[in-house]
Nanobody, 120 residues
């Protein structure tokens, strides 16, 4: 059973960079056809897919974030990370990491989510 756990600061100041890490257990982030995504849910809104890193290391991003997102991985730690630059209060949300098996748009496994608030 794959398990995902998000970690990172709960409070970020405007204009700074938000950095979150997803630690994976029960499976390898380099397993073929596994797609590792970051998704967020602002208060009172729906889920927003942000980006994905494929088993191969290739990354894809949602254009909605105007190139502010970056997803990377550390295979030695079985972790993948999200960086979101130039944050504003509108980036306040619960951030989730998730795994899609064989696709990047359907997610079979989710982390519990972590609240990030952008405020001075």
């Amino acid at each position: 059973q794959v398990q995902l756990q998000e970690s990172g600061p709960g409070l970020v100041k405007p204009s700074q960079t938000l950095s979150l890490t997803c630690t994976v257990s029960g499976g390898s982030i380099t397993t073929n056809y596994y797609y590792w995504s970051w998704i967020r849910q602002p208060p009172g809104k729906g889920l927003e897919w942000m980006g994905v890193i494929l088993y191969s290391g290739t990354t894809l991003y949602s254009p909605s974030f105007n190139s502010r997102t970056s997803v990377s991985r550390d295979t030695s730690k079985n972790q993948f990370t999200l960086q979101l630059t130039s944050v504003t209060p509108e980036d306040t949300a619960v951030y989730f990491c998730a795994l899609g098996v064989s696709s990047w748009y359907k997610f079979e496994y989710w982390g519990q989510g972590t609240q990030v608030t952008v405020s001075s």
